[in-house]
């Protein structure tokens, strides 16, 4: 059975092969197609040279030695950089990072985790001197990944002045707010010192490319934050010139492939100006490949949802996607 995104709605497919289809009963499109996503990701974050350096997994699975390998590439090309956060800071974000990981797991809303901030370790909160600062920027206002979030807000007083929801979008991270997605990603500045909470939130962006944490997360979540997305972008690319072999000027900036792409130049300094802000063009690269990948492992996982384990299966046919229990019953009913 060849499944279809149908059901997220119109493009879906599309967006999928924009990251390639694989089989996951093949070990080999396995290997190329999750070591090409490490290669992309190295490439966005600047941990090139220590994956190329990182020696093979023993691991027998494929995902699992490429994400080894991935993160703990990511992990060195941190140590001993410039901290972008205190130690206090980049502490309570660890803690906050993990709480949202897990009730997101549980909830199947991993993609973008909200909660009470003073319902998470320290309120959110670390100590500068004597202030009470708050560990994340408040990004609740419309922007490129919704409209606006208004809860869950906080419910008790908060120690350095919370009063909205901790909203982050985890699953494009290190770009994690709908806001702030000009220059470098906010994600990649999480790391003090002595803790590096960056790792964690790559951590959870990556693994949503597991069949098994793919298939928690309520797909529809992703499905309508990359609908609000691509109507945002679409009259900003829109304006972009089409990329054509020996007619491209050096420098410009051009749409190829779907995604953007300067000319023997820079795409670090490229970006798209709009109502809602500048996107940079790495940014809006990335942001694109995350939905692409998610739905294309989302594919894949349904082609071959009889790979799954037993506890696999019936979480799939118990998930809140009514999609994904569609498709299960089709699979049981074709048997």
Not at 86 to 112: F, I
Not at 134 to 157: M, N, Q, V
Not at 246 to 263: K, P, Q, S, W
Not at 295 to 323: K, N
């Amino acid at each position: 059975m060849n499944p279809t995104m149908t059901c997220y709605g119109e493009g879906i497919d599309r967006l999928a092969d924009l990251a390639g289809d694989f089989s996951l009963r093949t070990p080999k499109d396995v290997r190329v197609w999750y070591g090409m996503q490490w290669q992309l990701l190295a490439e966005l974050l600047g941990f090139s040279q220590q994956l190329a350096a990182t020696p093979a997994s023993r691991s027998d699975d494929p995902i699992s030695a490429a994400r080894d390998a991935g993160l703990a590439a990511f992990e060195r090309s941190l140590q001993g950089g410039r901290p972008g956060v205190t130690d206090a800071q980049a502490r309570v974000q660890l803690a906050a990072l993990k709480s949202l990981g897990a009730a997101g797991r549980e909830s199947g809303e991993l993609w973008r985790a909200s909660a009470d901030p003073t319902t998470l370790p320290m309120g959110a909160c670390y100590s500068e001197g004597e202030q009470s600062l708050r560990a994340f920027y408040p990004d609740t206002a419309p922007a490129y990944f919704g409209e606006g979030w208004a809860g869950p807000r906080p419910r008790a007083g908060s120690a350095c002045g919370w009063q909205t929801p901790l909203v982050l979008h985890l699953g494009t991270f290190p770009w994690v707010y709908s806001a702030r997605l000009d220059g470098v990603g906010p994600g990649t500045r999480w790391a003090s010192a002595t803790t590096l909470p960056a790792v964690e939130g790559l951590r959870i962006a990556v693994s949503l490319m597991e069949p098994a944490t793919n298939l928690r997360q309520d797909a529809r979540q992703v499905a309508a934050i990359y609908q609000h997305f691509a109507e945002q972008t679409a009259p900003l690319v829109a304006r972009v010139q089409s990329f054509e072999s020996g007619r491209a000027e050096v420098g410009r900036l051009y749409r190829r492939g779907g995604f953007l792409h300067v000319h023997q130049g820079s795409l670090h300094v490229a970006g798209l100006d709009g109502p809602r802000g500048r996107i940079s063009a790495p940014a809006y690269n990335h942001v694109l490949r995350r939905f692409a990948c998610f739905f294309a492992v989302r594919r894949a996982a349904l082609r071959d949802l009889s790979l799954l384990p037993a506890d696999g299966q019936r979480l799939v046919r118990s998930s809140a996607d009514p999609c994904l229990r569609e498709h299960a019953e089709e699979v049981t009913r074709a048997r």
